[in-house]
């Protein structure tokens, strides 16, 4: 891929993220203002439900796509040629160049994730605990996505 292909890509990658941001903005705004209890997660409105759902559907999805398109393709528009290297090795190199805050804070944030859209657990307690966990966990992750867009900006201006 030519460098201009790689801006591109970062710039969709970019574009993608933002779209997420602006709707689990929404929804943590929106859960704010519910003031949910754990008595309200069972059983869940039809509004609740709805909230929870797009809750849950932006915060994956933010997630999925830092992890799956901008952070390679950050790495990929600053020349690094990440085709050989793991995961790990991309959040590593990301930490390294100062453009993410700690990749292990970020494997801890997609642990939470996953927890939160994989487990279900028994009791209404657990669940209003997991999804304040998750809440914490989305504005984190919007923290990261706020810091990966200032060096971008500062990087590459007018993407």
Known sequence: MTHAADLL??????TACSQHEDALKDALEDLSQRALKPADLEP?????????????YRYT???????ARLFPAAL?????????????DRLARLEQLGWLPSADHWAELRRI??????????TV???FS?????????????????????HI???FPGL
Not at 44 to 49: A, C, F, M, P
Not at 76 to 88: C, F, K, N, S, W
């Open 113 to 122: 994730r996953n927890e939160f859209a994989h487990d279900y657990p028994d």
């Open 44 to 56: 869940l409105t039809k509004s609740d439900r709805r909230l929870l759902d797009q809750f849950a």
């Open 9 to 14: 890509s970062l710039g969709h990658a970019l």
């Open 130 to 150: 997991r999804l304040q966990l998750a809440i914490r966990s989305a504005n984190a992750a919007l923290g990261v996505l706020e810091r990966m867009r200032e």
């Open 76 to 88: 990929r528009a600053l020349g690094e040629d990440i085709a050989p290297m793991p995961v790990l």
């Open 153 to 155: 900006d500062a990087r």
């Open 61 to 67: 999805r933010l997630q999925d796509d830092m992890g």
């Open 125 to 127: 307690e657990e669940r």
